[in-house]
């Protein structure tokens, strides 16, 4: 297809904009000449409807939730409200300035105060914020907040060091880095739960903090989460929540009420706002009482003349996001626990937990089940045994390609040769269930029988298989005319 | 039931049997009973009307979220679903979409800035500056980044906060009195420690920075320093780009392509910097490859850079972005296109020059920095600018940004307001903004009178 800039000819335009009423200055008596550019830049030059084609083609050569199942593991891909849509473009929420006099925004305040307080009943935590732009985003305050408050204790020099599982998100241990702590990772065990022996021997004076997911990444439920509490503050280190599996949990189990101290939210998997091709997204995150006093500048108070803005807060660690974080992603999942209501929330966390466990019913005997146990709302299979045949995860997740479905999340998490991580979510029906699992048993004979088509698979897509080894090598990350296309256009 | 049946399970807590009971709620979630999607409607209604609104406001705030106009068509794009349903491009074959989209939003970056590589988008404007300052100290193992006061102090907040959890030093160097950073104390700070010297342009105040000056500075006094500059890329319709001046990183908020204010946020990072320094760069990268028919294609690269393949080695945590609102910023360029990114620019300096004007000649006003200036200004006032703010409101203006909080060392900004024109507003707009903001001031009971005042005297 062709780029924007092919499509270019030299005085096309799509918008007029309005002649100016103010008198035109010559720009050298306002601006030196030193200080202006030569040549403008080389925009694209279309009218209108050439633009909403591209942009339409485009659209076209893309899956979304709305276009069919995607079962990306850890990602929470569940149905995203339409009316969350419209809301979040009302004139009231979209055309505010963060600035404005707190007068003149009382209800976007009420609606964020409000926000913070329902997201910390269902962590169980004693408050949130919402500035962190998404889940890794929100995992860098925690450590922030970690580091602030142990350096008030007085131990912050010694603890230096994070905890992570081998199973963990790579935001994980890079947040840790970027907050400049040494990452160690504590090994799981045969039955997928954190190996408590090798986390005792690895908690001492230098632990920070221990960050875990709960649900795990294998879409397991940690068993002995109050054993590892108790250990990881008896060593006076802190428990981290990444909240990327909360989709299982919510009015079922608080991370709060299991033992953490910080927990990070992602409005965009378990709150229902659209992933939008990779974000924005949103990481609020929530801490116990201790750690209130280190959030992030400026916190949304109450006072007897409205809602406003608190910047005095001496001990925060900050601000990481210029202004309060992706408000409009918050409006809709405010919009989403509005409409869902706590007993709608619950539902939302046993369905998910029932279609993970209905899909992998049927999986069960076709792909390497690496955990034989109940799964909460995610499970990972492995193609092991398919590899031995010399069909690779990544075959058979382009295979899946041809089916119309988007293929489960691979080579995650790293414990598991060959995995696949598969995630149904809430949303969709057994129908569906049922065809992706019939598309993955027949993928599963297929590698026995038809090994080849499925290692040059995708068949049907708008493009074949690409060649990412060629565009890391040889890296083209702009477009640039070519001699031959001069005098086409611009 | 189907489900449940299937599984051979009566209810679905038996799904849930592996959790300690210890940990089961015993309660319902305290929250608000569910609403219909009708009355959902009707409450965030409410919500929303209980804010003044910049389509019915004429607003003069800037300040690192800009009201311009955005194209009709820029929001119906981003309603395609197959666009706002996705996720990170992981499957290319079936994510050409928005994989070609953010490559050409990278090229539109590219083009503006002059720089060699960008990537696919950060949060926002100030924590992309501050993985720009990180960058620099990894790129040159120095442990100190220079920043200037006239950055927006929200951004260098946020650069503060990032350098001081990672261990690394930060200077601010001061203004002079034309509202540009104080070139001989950049001078003098500049040395063999500096990892990175980061100026914004226009900087806080509107006004322009000499970046080309401050740029030799930093190579003769500390040449394994960054150079990073925040720019608006609105301005680059008109300005040298930072790509020419020997620049090395530019950042910037990416909100003026397209993207409502929305309180502040979801907003747009941009990034672009030197071929030299792209595998240092934070976040998603797309490239042009082929496919096995040898066909153009597109795919994330150079991943090796990243988290999911890194853990704690990666350049960055950054994972979800703002993809969307580059996607919004690419069909707003591609709609305005090269003459009409150029005549918002013009709109946006005139505008803001007449503006300055307008209040140079207003009695009791004056203005403080003379450079040249951009799209926003300072304004002295007789009265607290928040005092005029509110006075405004009651005229169904939202006004500008009182300067004082963040300057409380500068004489000239404590009674300073921010003020903001871009090509939304009109001459009458403007007209109505200054004839109400000197009757508020005239009603003050501060304000001197005109024969007694000597505040008035050097503005007359």
Redesign the interface.
């Known amino acids: 297809m062709k780029t924007i800039f092919e499509r270019s000819r030299s005085g096309r335009r799509g918008l007029l904009i309005p002649p100016c009423d103010v008198p035109e200055v010559e720009l050298d008596s306002l601006i030196p000449r030193r200080f202006q550019r030569g040549a403008p830049p080389a925009l694209p030059e279309v009218d209108q409807l050439t633009a909403v084609r591209h942009y339409t083609a485009l659209s076209r050569r893309n899956h979304g939730v709305d276009s069919g199942f995607y079962p990306l593991g850890s990602c929470t891909m569940k149905y995203n409200p339409k009316v969350a849509e419209d809301i979040a473009r009302l004139a009231g929420f979209a055309r505010l300035h963060p600035l404005q006099p707190a007068e003149t925004c009382q209800g976007a305040l009420a609606l964020m105060h409000d926000l913070e307080r329902y997201l910390a009943e269902i962590a169980g935590m004693a408050r949130v914020t919402l500035q962190p732009a998404a889940g890794s985003h929100g995992e860098l305050l925690g450590l922030m907040i970690i580091k602030a408050f142990m350096a008030r204790r007085g131990d912050g020099e010694r603890r230096r060091v994070i905890l992570v599982p081998d199973t963990s998100h790579g935001t994980n241990p890079a947040s840790a880095a970027l907050a400049g702590y040494r990452v160690v990772q504590v090994r799981s065990g045969p039955d997928g739960d954190v190996d408590i022996e090798d986390l005792a021997a690895r908690l001492g004076e230098d632990t920070a903090a221990l960050m875990l997911t709960n649900p795990s990444t294998l879409g397991l439920f940690e068993r002995r989460i109050e054993a590892i509490s108790g250990l990881v503050h008896r060593a006076g280190g802190l428990l981290y929540y990444d909240g990327a599996n909360m989709n299982a949990i919510m009015g079922i189990s608080r991370p709060g009420d299991m033992g953490f101290d910080i927990v990070h939210f992602n409005l965009h998997k378990t709150f229902a706002t659209p992933h939008g091709g990779g974000g924005p997204g949103s990481g609020p995150v929530g801490v116990v009482r201790e750690l209130v006093p280190f959030l992030p500048v400026p916190v949304i108070e109450k006072g007897p003349g409205g809602y406003y803005l608190d910047h005095d807060r001496p001990l925060s660690v900050g601000k990481l996001h210029a202004f309060y974080g992706n408000f409009g992603v918050t409006v809709k999942a405010y919009a989403y626990i509005r409409s869902m209501g706590p007993d709608g929330l619950r539902q939302v966390s046993e369905d998910a937990v029932l279609s993970a466990n209905y899909l992998l019913s049927l999986l069960r005997g076709h792909y390497d089940l690496p955990f034989d146990r109940p799964c909460m709302h995610e499970f990972v299979l492995s193609a092991r045994k398919h590899k031995e045949l010399g069909v690779a995860a990544r075959d058979i997740a382009k295979r899946i390609l041809d089916y119309g479905f988007h293929p489960p999340t691979t080579y995650f998490p790293l414990t598991i040769a060959e995995a696949l991580m598969v995630e149904p979510t809430e949303s969709e029906s057994v129908e569906t269930l049922d065809a992706f699992a019939e598309a993955m048993v027949q993928i599963a004979r297929d590698a026995v029988t038809n090994p080849e088509m499925l290692r040059t698979a995708p068949h049907t897509t708008a493009v074949r298989r690409l060649d990412e080894v060629a565009a890391a090598r040889n890296p083209v990350l702009r477009w640039k005319r070519r001699d031959s296309e001069k005098g086409e256009g611009a | 039931m ?3 049946s ?2 051979g399970l009566d209810s ?2 038996e ?6 009971s ?4 015993s309660r ?10 009708l009355e ?2 009707k ?14 406001h004429p ?1 003069f ?1 800037g ?3 800009y ?1 311009h106009y955005v ?1 009709s ?1 820029v ?3 981003l ?20 994989l ?2 953010i ?2 939003y ?3 970056i ?3 800035t002059g720089m060699e ?2 990537n ?2 950060l ?5 992309s500056l ?1 993985e720009a300052a ?1 960058m620099g100290c990894r790129a040159s193992g120095r442990e100190e980044v220079l920043i200037a006061r006239t950055v ?1 102090p ?2 260098r ?2 650069v ?3 350098l ?4 690394f030093a930060i200077r601010e160097i001061p203004l002079d009195e034309s509202g540009a950073v104080d070139l001989d104390l950049l001078a003098a700070a500049a040395g063999s420690g500096t990892a990175a010297l980061i100026l914004q342009s226009p900087n806080f105040f509107g006004i ?1 920075e ?1 970046l ?1 000056a401050a740029g030799n500075i930093l190579r003769r006094r500390a040449p394994a320093a960054s150079f990073v500059v925040s720019a608006d890329p609105i301005s ?6 930072p790509g ?1 001046l020997g620049v090395d990183i530019v950042v910037g ?1 990416g909100q003026v392509l397209g993207n ?8 747009l990072g941009i990034m672009a910097c030197t071929e030299k320094l ?1 595998r240092r760069m934070p976040g ?10 040898g ?5 994330l ?4 850079r ?9 350049t ?10 580059a ?1 919004a910023a ?2 707003y ?12 620019a ?2 946006c ?3 803001g ?2 503006a300055r004007e307008r209040f140079r000649s207003l009695r009791g006003f004056a203005i403080p920095y003379q450079g ?1 200036c ?1 799209r926003e200004f300072v304004v002295n006032c007789p009265i607290p600018p ?1 005092e005029l ?2 006075a405004l ?1 009651r005229d169904g203006i ?1 006004g500008g ?1 009182p300067l004082a ?1 963040h300057y409380p060392e500068r004489e000239e900004l404590r009674s300073a307001w921010l003020l903001c024109v871009t ?1 939304r507003r ?3 707009e ?1 007209d109505r903004l200054a004839e109400a903001a000197a009757a508020a001031a005239a009603l003050s009971p501060v304000f001197p009178s005109p024969e007694g005042g000597t505040v008035l005297e050097n503005d007359l």
């Open positions: 189907v489900m449940l299937r599984l679905s807590s799904l849930f049997r592996e959790l300690p210890s940990l089961r709620m319902p979630l305290a929250l608000p009973a569910a609403l219909s999607e959902l409607l409450t965030l209604k409410a919500l929303a009307d209980g804010n003044l609104n910049l389509d019915e607003c705030l300040a690192g979220v009201d194209p068509v929001d119906h794009v309603g395609r679903s197959e666009f706002y349903t996705s996720y990170t491009p992981y499957q290319p074959e079936m994510s050409q979409g928005m070609q989209a490559f050409e990278q090229t539109l590219c083009e503006l590589v960008a696919a988008s949060y926002d404007g100030g924590s501050a990180l927006n929200f951004y907040e946020v503060a906060t990032y001081r959890t990672a261990g322009l000499d080309e680059l319709a008109l300005l040298r780009p020419e908020e409502h204010p929305s309180f502040g946020g979801p907003l792209l998603r990268i797309v490239g042009e490859t082929t496919d096995a028919e066909r153009r294609g597109y795919v690269t150079i991943q090796t990243e988290q999911h393949i890194r853990r704690e080695k990666a960055s945590n950054i994972c979800t972005n703002q993809a969307l609102n996607l690419a069909v360029l591609t709609v305005l296109g090269k003459d009409g990114l150029r005549e918002v013009f709109n300096c005139w505008k020059h007449y040249p951009f928040a703010n509110s409101i939202i940004y909080r090509e009109t001459r009458a403007i």
